[in-house]
């Protein structure tokens, strides 16, 4: 205590100072006092195990259990094989009357210390606890064997013992400071090098730790293990081609080493190899087919080959032969919610928060989760808990900083993300997601500056180049961008994102038979629809379709099931039947316009037992984007429709009636607003009051189209400026209503947005109001879209001027009240 207190005085924040000071005073029986030293101590180390450890024990003596938990948590996931912190938490668990939980945790100890005779003790007062007095004598008897043992082991630890035992505790400084001591006076002792170089390690000193174990190789170069530690090592620094050459030969070595066995699996799988690393995992589990890590790394390998079914498969094997693994549930319940089964993802999810409640990782799953069911704000409060445990959890700031964006809260989303920049200013990803978020803002000087200094951080990184691409794109640089897509794919040329960008590219530019080809990418993308979905009959691959039915599902939104539904006619004219899946939105309107087919109105979920009512049963299915591959590969193969959709005429004829109650005069309807913050909202949404010239042409009466809540906006334009706009929320709440109003109005005015597509659809005319660098699905330039013959562009000339924009549209306005 005295050596403690007078480092103090020299150096009143050294955190080791503060915890033995604190050890002192708890073993001196003042528990206050310890606790205020043990949590100075993390407050200037939270990253040592050992002091959260010593904490927990303070506080379990207070009688403060939960809180003790959490300190022991805390321990045991900063070093997961710390076995005296598991045993003491299971300490805990039975002092709350967990007995079950105890059991566990004192499992664990056993198991990461098999000499540990406490654990044993303890295992069987909670067997005891429980009513079983058979494995209560089994772990008694295992007890007394090992304090039998110990009597005649060497009580004299030494330096290089000591060392030992506080790199045991997580005390890493403590043990790098005693096996030096100890290899002061023996140079060559190649034990206390292998206890020097695991603590430089856990001190951060990664090259210093290399160095070490590099001269315990150079003693012994046939020492498998020293191979595995530079191995492992090598692979924290990135050079894991290096690290695999050295594990390869441990196992040459040490044919059935687990470590080496298990390390490879990993390493094969961050270079790529998922197919060697499963080759690995069943390799190992031939020697241990009840090791949980094996099964849980076997499941990751399956999972990366997209064998589903197995992979689900061998993570819960991992679960059964460890209940308490919490990368196993939290990696199946990833499984579950990537494959849209979210009630059970969650479910699974929440059996691991259970077991350990301050997981970072557990508590970002579920944030996964929750974003997927729409819960918005739940999801954000997980990744805020996962950060508050790990501020420098970038993965979480991202997925808030995204929340926010596709809520449209552009500037909370920029400023999360310049958060996590504070945090990782070497995170290459975040910067990119800045750019983006800057982007989304028109603010592109700012945007391309964030890309440069990605790049300038991570020279030639694939994600930095593709976003490149994309802001090129939407800027004007058409060549610029392409070929910065085709380095980024030459960087990383298996990039499903980078090589979709470039597909979408292509497409705005008309190059649609190499456009659409890769389209396809969209289908191996985590976000399409389709890639969980399971069928009971095959894709359809372009084979003949005569006398054979096909079902069309949807995987995009709204506008895109109308857009891409301009080919079911094709479709319908070779094959003998065809069903179609659609937004229920459609139904009315599908079924109408589509008398061949049977349509089938339903909310998407993964769920497919309906397809079996079908009548008559499909041969092949399709999801609805893939059609065009197949009827719109140029061009001239876009028909001169005049409409591909129909609405009710009896709605039409009302609506009619209603729009001429509003006296003489064109009757136009009007969008203004399109898509949220990520989809380009700012740059593609005009306000009321911009509009103010083409709303004071006489003899016009414009109606709401708008399907956002813009009634405030409405109103205020009528108490300023007397201008009144026309809304009818019955007419936007009902799609086969909306598709009647459209139809009974003289033309459409309005942004690029859903309604575009439905105008188009049904044949009416449209003028649409296109920003600079528009949306591939309008094109980089012409006044017409191939979709729909009725539909006229009037483009930006600059990035945010609608001047000319606006003019042309009153140009055209005045020629149609003359006409």
Same mark, same amino acid.
């Given at each position: 205590?005295?050596?403690?207190?007078?480092?103090?005085?020299?150096?009143?924040?050294?955190?080791?100072?503060?915890?033995?000071?604190?050890?002192?005073?708890?073993? *001196?029986?003042?528990?206050?006092?310890?606790?205020?030293?043990?949590?100075?101590?993390?407050?200037?180390?939270?990253?040592?195990?050992?002091?959260?450890?010593?904490?927990?024990?303070?506080?379990?003596?207070?009688?403060?259990?939960?809180?003790?938990?959490?300190?022991?948590?805390?321990?045991?996931?900063?070093?997961?094989?710390?076995?005296?912190?598991?045993?003491?938490? *299971?300490?805990?668990?039975?002092?709350?009357?967990?007995?079950?939980?105890?059991?566990?945790?004192?499992?664990?100890?056993?198991?990461?210390?098999?000499?540990?005779?406490?654990?044993?003790?303890?295992?069987?007062?909670?067997?005891?606890?429980?009513? !079983?007095?058979?494995?209560?004598?089994?772990?008694?008897?295992?007890?007394?064997?090992?304090?039998?043992?110990?009597?005649?082991?060497?009580?004299?630890?030494?330096? !290089? *013992?000591?060392?030992?035992?506080?790199?045991?505790?997580?005390?890493?400084?403590?043990?790098?400071?005693?096996?030096?001591?100890?290899?002061?006076?023996?140079?060559?002792?190649?034990?206390?090098?292998?206890?020097?170089?695991?603590?430089?390690?856990?001190?951060?000193?990664?090259? @210093?730790?290399?160095?070490?174990?590099?001269?315990?190789?150079?003693?012994?170069?046939?020492?498998?293990?020293?191979?595995?530690?530079?191995?492992?090592?090598?692979?924290?620094?990135?050079?894991?081609?290096?690290?695999?050459?050295?594990?390869?030969?441990?196992?040459?070595?040490?044919?059935?080493?687990?470590?080496?066995?298990?390390?490879?699996?990993?390493?094969?799988?961050? !270079?790529?190899?998922?197919?060697?690393?499963?080759?690995?995992?069943?390799?190992?589990?031939?020697?241990?087919?009840?090791?949980?890590?094996?099964?849980?790394?076997?499941?990751?390998?399956?999972?990366?080959?997209?064998?589903?079914?197995?992979?689900?498969?061998?993570?819960?094997?991992?679960?059964?032969?460890?209940?308490?693994?919490?990368?196993?549930?939290?990696?199946?319940?990833?499984?579950?919610?990537?494959?849209?089964?979210?009630?059970?993802?969650?479910?699974?999810?929440?059996?691991?928060?259970?077991?350990?409640?301050?997981?970072?990782?557990?508590?970002?799953?579920?944030?996964?989760?929750?974003?997927?069911?729409?819960?918005?704000?739940?999801?954000?409060?997980?990744?805020?808990?996962?950060?508050?445990? @790990?501020?420098?959890?970038?993965?979480?700031?991202?997925?808030?900083?995204?929340?926010?964006?596709?809520?449209?809260?552009?500037?909370?989303?920029?400023?999360?993300?310049?958060?996590?920049?504070?945090?990782?200013?070497?995170?290459?990803?975040?910067?990119?997601?800045?750019?983006?978020?800057?982007?989304?803002?028109?603010?592109?000087?700012?945007?391309?500056?964030?890309?440069?200094?990605?790049?300038?951080?991570?020279?030639?990184?694939?994600?930095?180049?593709?976003?490149?691409?994309?802001?090129?794109?939407?800027?004007?640089?058409?060549?610029?961008?392409?070929?910065?897509?085709?380095?980024?794919?030459?960087?990383?040329?298996?990039?499903?994102?980078? *090589?979709?960008?470039?597909?979408?590219?292509?497409?705005?530019?008309?190059?649609?038979?190499?456009?659409?080809?890769?389209?396809?990418?969209?289908?191996?993308?985590?976000?399409?629809?389709?890639?969980?979905?399971?069928?009971?009959?095959?894709?359809?691959?372009?084979?003949?379709?005569?006398?054979?039915?096909?079902?069309?599902?949807?995987?995009?939104?709204?506008?895109?099931?109308?857009?891409?539904?301009?080919?079911?006619?094709?479709?319908?004219?070779?094959?003998?039947?065809?069903?179609?899946?659609?937004?229920?939105?459609?139904?009315?309107?599908?079924?109408?316009?589509?008398?061949?087919?049977?349509?089938?109105?339903?909310?998407?979920?993964?769920?497919?037992?309906?397809?079996?009512?079908?009548?008559?049963?499909?041969?092949?299915?399709?999801?609805?984007?893939?059609?065009?591959?197949?009827?719109?590969?140029?061009?001239?193969?876009?028909?001169?429709?005049?409409?591909?959709?129909?609405?009710?005429?009896?709605?039409?004829?009302?609506?009619?009636?209603?729009?001429?109650?509003?006296?003489?005069?064109?009757?136009?309807?009007?969008?203004?607003?399109?898509?949220?913050?990520?989809?380009?909202?700012?740059?593609?949404?005009?306000?009321?009051?911009?509009?103010?010239?083409?709303?004071?042409?006489?003899?016009?009466?414009?109606?709401?189209?708008?399907?956002?809540?813009?009634?405030?906006?409405?109103?205020?334009?009528?108490?300023?400026?007397?201008?009144?706009?026309?809304?009818?929320?019955?007419?936007?709440?009902?799609?086969? @209503?909306?598709?009647?109003?459209?139809?009974?109005?003289?033309?459409?005015?309005?942004?690029?947005?859903?309604?575009?597509?439905?105008?188009?659809?049904?044949?009416?005319?449209?003028?649409?109001?296109?920003?600079?660098?528009?949306?591939?699905?309008?094109?980089?330039?012409?006044?017409?879209?191939?979709?729909?013959?009725?539909?006229?562009?009037?483009?930006?000339?600059?990035?945010?001027?609608?001047?000319?924009?606006?003019?042309?549209?009153?140009?055209? !306005?005045?020629?149609?009240?003359?006409?």
């Amino acid at each position: 205590m005295r050596c403690a207190e007078q480092a103090l005085q020299h150096a009143p924040r050294d955190p080791d100072a503060l915890y033995l000071a604190g050890l002192a005073q708890y073993r *001196g029986g003042d528990l206050a006092a310890a606790e205020t030293r043990l949590r100075q101590a993390i407050q200037a180390d939270a990253r040592t195990p050992a002091f959260h450890s010593a904490l927990g024990n303070v506080l379990q003596d207070r009688g403060a259990l939960g809180e003790a938990i959490s300190a022991y948590q805390r321990a045991v996931r900063l070093k997961p094989d710390f076995a005296e912190a598991h045993n003491d938490l *299971g300490t805990a668990y039975f002092a709350q009357g967990n007995a079950a939980r105890a059991i566990q945790s004192y499992l664990r100890a056993a198991a990461l210390r098999p000499g540990h005779a406490v654990a044993h003790a303890n295992l069987g007062s909670a067997y005891r606890k429980l009513g !079983l007095p058979r494995d209560a004598r089994r772990a008694m008897q295992r007890e007394l064997l090992l304090r039998f043992k110990s009597i005649f082991r060497r009580t004299s630890k030494g330096p !290089l *013992g000591l060392a030992r035992e506080e790199l045991e505790q997580g005390n890493s400084r403590l043990a790098m400071h005693l096996a030096r001591g100890a290899l002061a006076s023996r140079p060559g002792n190649r034990a206390a090098l292998e206890v020097l170089a695991l603590a430089q390690e856990a001190q951060g000193l990664r090259d @210093e730790a290399l160095a070490t174990f590099g001269r315990a190789h150079a003693l012994e170069p046939s020492d498998a293990g020293v191979r595995e530690e530079i191995a492992r090592l090598l692979a924290q620094a990135g050079r894991k081609q290096e690290a695999v050459g050295h594990l390869e030969e441990a196992l040459r070595l040490r044919p059935r080493s687990w470590r080496a066995m298990a390390a490879l699996t990993e390493l094969y799988l961050a !270079l790529g190899d998922a197919q060697r690393s499963e080759q690995l995992a069943r390799r190992a589990l031939g020697l241990w087919p009840r090791d949980a890590a094996l099964h849980f790394r076997l499941g990751e390998a399956l999972f990366r080959q997209h064998r589903v079914p197995e992979a689900e498969h061998a993570l819960r094997e991992a679960i059964a032969f460890d209940p308490r693994s919490v990368p196993a549930r939290v990696r199946l319940g990833d499984l579950l919610r990537l494959g849209g089964r979210l009630e059970e993802a969650e479910a699974c999810l929440k059996e691991a928060a259970a077991l350990d409640d301050a997981s970072p990782a557990v508590l970002f799953a579920l944030g996964m989760v929750l974003k997927e069911r729409g819960h918005s704000a739940a999801a954000i409060r997980r990744f805020e808990e996962a950060l508050r445990i @790990e501020p420098g959890r970038a993965q979480a700031l991202q997925q808030i900083g995204e929340i926010l964006r596709y809520d449209n809260q552009l500037e909370q989303a920029e400023r999360r993300f310049r958060e996590g920049l504070q945090e990782r200013p070497d995170r290459v990803a975040l910067l990119v997601d800045l750019a983006m978020v800057l982007g989304d803002q028109m603010r592109y000087a700012e945007a391309f500056a964030a890309i440069d200094q990605a790049l300038a951080r991570e020279p030639g990184s694939a994600l930095a180049l593709a976003s490149r691409g994309v802001m090129l794109d939407v800027t004007g640089s058409e060549a610029e961008a392409m070929r910065t897509f085709r380095e980024a794919l030459a960087r990383a040329p298996g990039d499903v994102d980078i *090589g979709y960008n470039l597909a979408i590219c292509r497409l705005r530019h008309a190059d649609f038979a190499e456009g659409w080809n890769g389209f396809e990418l969209r289908r191996r993308k985590d976000s399409f629809i389709g890639k969980y979905r399971s069928f009971p009959f095959p894709e359809w691959a372009g084979e003949p379709l005569a006398g054979k039915t096909i079902l069309v599902y949807p995987e995009q939104g709204l506008g895109d099931e109308i857009m891409y539904g301009s080919c079911i006619r094709d479709l319908a004219a070779t094959a003998h039947h065809v069903a179609i899946e659609c937004d229920k939105k459609l139904g009315a309107i599908f079924t109408r316009s589509f008398p061949g087919c049977t349509v089938s109105a339903r909310a998407r979920t993964m769920a497919n037992d309906w397809v079996r009512h079908l009548d008559p049963q499909p041969d092949y299915q399709v999801p609805i984007g893939s059609l065009p591959s197949r009827f719109r590969n140029h061009v001239q193969a876009f028909p001169a429709h005049a409409g591909y959709l129909r609405a009710d005429a009896a709605k039409v004829a009302a609506w009619r009636e209603r729009l001429a109650t509003l006296g003489p005069g064109l009757k136009i309807g009007l969008s203004w607003q399109g898509g949220v913050g990520h989809t380009g909202r700012l740059r593609r949404s005009l306000t009321l009051e911009q509009l103010l010239p083409l709303l004071r042409l006489p003899g016009m009466h414009f109606v709401s189209l708008q399907y956002t809540d813009v009634a405030a906006e409405i109103a205020g334009l009528a108490k300023r400026h007397g201008i009144q706009v026309h809304h009818w929320p019955e007419a936007i709440d009902d799609y086969d @209503e909306t598709a009647a109003l459209v139809c009974a109005l003289d033309q459409v005015l309005t942004v690029c947005t859903a309604i575009v597509h439905l105008t188009g659809a049904l044949g009416r005319p449209a003028t649409v109001m296109v920003p600079f660098g528009s949306d591939w699905r309008y094109g980089a330039s012409g006044a017409r879209m191939p979709w729909y013959p009725s539909v006229r562009l009037i483009r930006q000339r600059a990035i945010g001027d609608w001047a000319n924009v606006l003019e042309a549209v009153m140009q055209r !306005l005045r020629q149609s009240a003359v006409g």
